[in-house]
């Protein structure tokens, strides 16, 4: 798929903005602070209605202005369809070919982008929190169940722990109560958790693929799903899982209620990488952590091709310069001719271009974007 054109209006700091792509490959050279990462960011939005630094949509709308506008011509093998969004303090509305959707599950979708910024190169040491992120992101933006089910988790899960937070104060007593709670936030659990073992098998499959290129197979990589509730199993079916999880909140209910808060669950999961079977975390060197981060940004892009026959549109934010000669021409032989690729950076100095043939070069300027010739 590729974006052929993009219009912004009041968004973070481009007042009006109207720019046509390169169905290949887009370069935007800029100082810092003049709205690279924001422009990538506009993209990214457009494709997921989230933005991949802030969960707070109102940061996007430029200052002093009520609303922004997003607006976007995407083309797929088949179709093509006109993307819009609109934000006010109030909430976000989405249209596609100017249809509005009620639900934005019914908007997320259409258009996959998989975002490369020097913040993923945490995605290895980081705390669990990034690779739980991580998750979300790539896994709601393939599958709208997933999405919904993790919205649900969310509300069902802070029910829970405002009540156990009662229960903990002695402000309520009715256990019974708990009980009905976690059984509904075991039955939503359970559909997450399958679906990410899923997910995280096929982007290890892909993810051994890149690594074994980049690192001229000189090292293997294992990517591992690991579920907060013991003794899941991959080949669990739904309803195995949501016994066990079920149970294991059972075993600790006393446990939470002192604590005031559910100890177990997705929102406590992680992700583990192995290189040649150590513990990457504990491990793994920096250069080791980018050749992980980046073999699982090429995983992204293939595991999005596996489950739609699309690939996805690429964002990599004032990412080239954090990589090596070799890291960087893996990269860009990867995506060569596959996918549409956005690229910021501050200078195009210390970067091999070679394999990228004939980009559309623009200069960023507080906030305003002009084409090269
Ligand atoms: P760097 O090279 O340092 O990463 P950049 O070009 O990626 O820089 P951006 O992150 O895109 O810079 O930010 C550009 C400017 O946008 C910043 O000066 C920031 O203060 C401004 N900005 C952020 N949010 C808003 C907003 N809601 N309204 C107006 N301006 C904003
Ligand atoms: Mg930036």
């Known amino acids: 798929m590729y974006l ?7 968004f973070r700091n481009f007042s009006e903005l109207q720019i046509d792509f390169d169905p290949n490959v887009n370069i935007f050279i800029g100082q810092n602070a003049q709205g690279k990462t924001n422009l990538l960011e506009a993209i990214y939005f457009l494709a997921l209605t989230k933005s991949h630094r802030t969960n707070n949509d109102k940061e996007l709308i430029k200052f002093g202005s009520k609303f922004a506008g997003l607006q976007g011509r995407l083309h797929k093998s088949q179709v093509e369809v006109e993307l819009r969004l609109r934000l006010t303090t109030k909430g976000k509305k989405a249209w596609v070919n100017r249809l509005e959707q009620k639900k934005l599950s019914g908007y997320v979708g259409q258009m996959n982008a998989v975002l490369f910024s020097p913040e993923d190169l945490a995605l290895v040491k980081g705390a ?3 690779r739980r992120h991580f998750m979300n992101l790539e896994f709601g933006q393939i599958n709208p169940e997933y999405l919904y089910f993790s919205s649900q988790y969310r509300q069902i899960l802070q029910q829970k722990n405002n009540y ?3 229960l903990s104060a002695g402000k309520a007593k009715d256990k019974l109560f708990l009980d009905v709670l976690s059984d509904q936030l075991a039955g939503v659990a359970a559909e997450i958790i399958y679906r990410r073992i899923k997910y995280v098998s096929l982007l290890n499959k892909y993810a051994q693929q890149a690594h074994q290129q980049i690192s001229g197979k000189k090292e293997e990589l294992l990517v591992q799903y690991r579920p ?14 949501y016994q066990k999880v079920l149970s294991n909140f059972q075993k600790n209910k006393n446990m939470e209620i002192r604590k005031g808060t559910t100890l177990s669950g997705p929102h406590r999961d992680d992700l583990e990488f192995f290189i040649d079977k150590r513990n990457a975390h504990d491990y793994a060197s920096q250069g080791q952590q980018r050749t992980i981060a980046l073999s699982m940004k090429l ?8 489950l739609t026959n699309e690939y996805p549109i690429l964002l990599l934010d004032d990412v080239m310069s954090e990589l090596d000669h070799t890291r960087q021409s893996s990269l860009l032989s990867y995506i060569h001719g596959k996918t549409q690729t956005f690229i910021t950076t501050t200078d195009l100095e210390g970067i091999s271009w070679e394999i990228v043939k004939a980009p559309r070069v623009f200069q960023i300027s507080n906030g305003i974007v002009t084409k090269e010739e």
Do not use: F, M, R
């Open 128 to 130: 669990p929190a990034v």
């Open 228 to 241: 907060s509730v013991p003794d899941i199993e991959d080949d669990n079916s739904v309803e195995t899982i």
């Open 164 to 166: 156990l937070k009662q």
């Open 299 to 306: 995983a992204e892009i293939s595991v999005v091709h596996e």
């Open 4 to 10: 052929e054109n993009l219009t912004l209006k009041g």
